[in-house]
């Protein structure tokens, strides 16, 4: 059975992933900004915790209901108006040695058509790090 992300990988599209459907959690170095502007520096490290759907997960964690399990996490540099993908894993023992910002809130981003789309986030320069850590270890 096929998953919903698979029809978006290949090639592999930050801005059409951030859109999917799938609950999701975006931890990122800076604010992020996808549209082509040349008068700035556009660097940005971006990792998509894609959440794992399940019973009572659906519109939030309301007295303790639903969970936030994480199935997949994808990592990209954003550098020059260019989106790579640095990282991916859908194997749960890696998956579980990332922290889960549960901190993460409503945060606005700008899609590459220059839409503004909001999503679960953080700006954690430092949770990033800790990530880049890790992704070197696995």
């Known amino acids: 059975m096929g998953h919903i992300l698979d029809q978006f990988m290949n090639p592999v599209n930050l801005s059409s992933i951030i859109q999917l459907p799938q609950r999701k959690l975006i931890v990122s170095l800076t604010d992020i900004d996808l549209t082509l502007k040349a008068d700035r520096d556009t660097n940005n490290i971006i990792f998509i915790l894609m959440i794992k759907e399940s019973r009572g997960s659906a519109g939030g964690r309301g007295g303790g209901s639903g969970m936030r399990k994480i199935e997949k996490i994808l990592g990209f540099k954003f550098?020059?108006?260019?989106?790579?993908?640095?990282?991916?894993?859908?194997?749960?023992?890696?998956?579980?040695?990332?922290?889960i910002p549960y901190?993460?809130?409503?945060?606005?981003?700008?899609?590459?058509?220059?839409?503004?789309?909001?999503?679960?986030?953080?700006?954690?320069?430092?949770?990033?790090?800790?990530?880049?850590?890790?992704?070197?270890?696995?």
């Open 79 to 99: 550098e020059q108006n260019n989106d790579k993908l640095i990282f991916e894993t859908n194997n749960e023992a890696d998956i579980e040695k990332f922290e």
């Open 103 to 138: 901190s993460a809130v409503a945060q606005d981003i700008v899609l590459n058509s220059g839409e503004k789309y909001v999503v679960q986030g953080i700006v954690d320069p430092q949770m990033v790090k800790n990530y880049l850590e890790l992704v070197k270890e696995l």
